[in-house]
């Protein structure tokens, strides 16, 4: 009769460490909530961008808004994905730059109840 090796045998299927799924839905809410606050701040980020070429003011920011508009639609095909390349990239630099300046809060505490200030 053969024997069955220890790795196969039901005694190490308790030995397993198991899976937290609570903590596991916690940090994939919380990798969600600063992936979309990030992508707010960085939309913001463009907002403030042409509020600030507009002279700080909404009618100098529709206004620019509007030249761009027009241009955008008057481009051709080449200059628009052009245009398109620039946003990507910009977006892209803006948001490496957000999450440079947030990774303190990247990763969520292991337990949700205590604060930072108590350890």
């Known amino acids: 009769m053969a024997t069955i090796p220890a790795e196969f045998d039901g005694a190490t299927k308790a030995s397993r460490p198991k899976v937290d799924v609570g903590f596991l839905l916690y940090f994939y809410l919380h990798m969600a909530g600063f992936l979309a606050t990030t992508l707010l701040i960085t939309w913001g980020l463009f907002v403030l961008f042409f509020l600030a070429i507009g ?5 100098g920011m529709m206004h620019q808004l509007n030249n761009l508009a027009s241009r955008y ?3 051709d095909a ?3 994905a052009s245009f398109k390349h620039v946003l990507i990239v910009a977006h892209l630099a803006l948001s490496a730059a957000v999450i440079f300046f947030r990774r303190n809060s990247i990763l969520p505490s292991r337990d949700p109840k205590r604060s930072k200030a108590n350890g």
């Open 55 to 59: 002279g700080l003011s909404v009618d």
């Open 73 to 75: 639609v008057a481009a």
């Open 78 to 80: 080449a200059r628009i």
